[in-house]
């Protein structure tokens, strides 16, 4: 758990690898039901394009129809859900049906102003889909250094062209973080009552940040 922009993906996906178990995020899943122009993307995308949460009805049947993959047998981490009481309960009847159980809910705290520098320089390619900021992990190629594609940023995975995802905007950001303190936020103590909770402080960078996790895990580097 996490506000956007606390790193909590980039994070779920070093553990995912560390660990050997699938990285189960549900923003890109619904990302790439809006980019095959499916019923539930095209539901979606009025949602996620405004900065608000998508209906649970919506993300509860994808997030069961997931972990039913042979993948998760040996574990998963979920990413993005739940993010209400009503997911969290609804996962927990799902786990009862699959007969798995929770082992800890992480929750990466960091304030709004670093989510805003976070988020507003953030860039992804939309060829392959790599992520990119302007600070923390500029392209090789930028608009600043004057780059071969004509003064455009592009990824140096496969050239592709970067942009700026719309819900990255500030007035985007600032509204997806208001969404996320009303709808989210009394999960912390729904998981600190079950004893599973652990808090990360997700300022400076992601090795550090990293560090922090794997401690508090209880997993060596």
């Given at each position: 758990m996490g506000p956007p922009g606390s790193g909590k993906g980039t994070q779920a996906l070093k553990l995912s690898e560390r660990l050997v178990i699938p990285?189960?995020?549900?923003?890109d899943i619904l990302r790439e039901e809006v980019?095959?122009?499916?019923?539930?993307g095209k539901q979606a995308e009025k949602f996620m394009s405004a900065g608000k949460l998508v209906p649970d009805e919506l993300t509860i049947d994808i997030v069961r129809e997931r972990l039913?993959?042979?993948?998760?047998?040996?574990?998963f981490i979920l990413d993005g859900f739940p993010?209400?009481?009503n997911?969290?309960?609804?996962?927990e009847k799902i786990f009862l049906e699959l007969k798995v159980g929770l082992d800890r809910a992480v929750y990466f705290s960091i304030p709004l102003p670093d989510v805003v520098k976070r988020l507003s320089e953030r860039r992804s390619c939309k060829r392959c889909g790599a992520v990119y900021h302007l600070t923390f992990h500029p392209p090789k190629k930028s608009a600043?250094?004057?780059s071969a594609s004509g003064g455009k940023d592009v990824c140096?995975?496969?050239?592709?062209?970067?942009?700026?995802?719309?819900?990255?905007?500030e007035s985007i950001i600032k509204t997806r973080f208001s969404v996320y303190g009303d709808e989210t936020k009394?999960?912390?103590?729904?998981?600190?009552?079950?004893?599973?909770l652990l808090e990360i402080d997700a300022a400076g960078g992601v090795e550090e940040i990293y560090s922090r996790l794997l401690s508090s895990l209880g997993i060596s580097k």
């Open positions: 990285h189960i995020a549900l923003g980019a095959g122009g499916t019923e539930i039913k993959k042979s993948d998760c047998r040996d574990g993010r209400n009481s997911q969290a309960k609804n996962l600043k250094g004057g140096d995975r496969c050239g592709g062209e970067l942009y700026q995802r719309h819900d990255d905007e009394p999960l912390i103590k729904h998981f600190e009552e079950k004893g599973v």
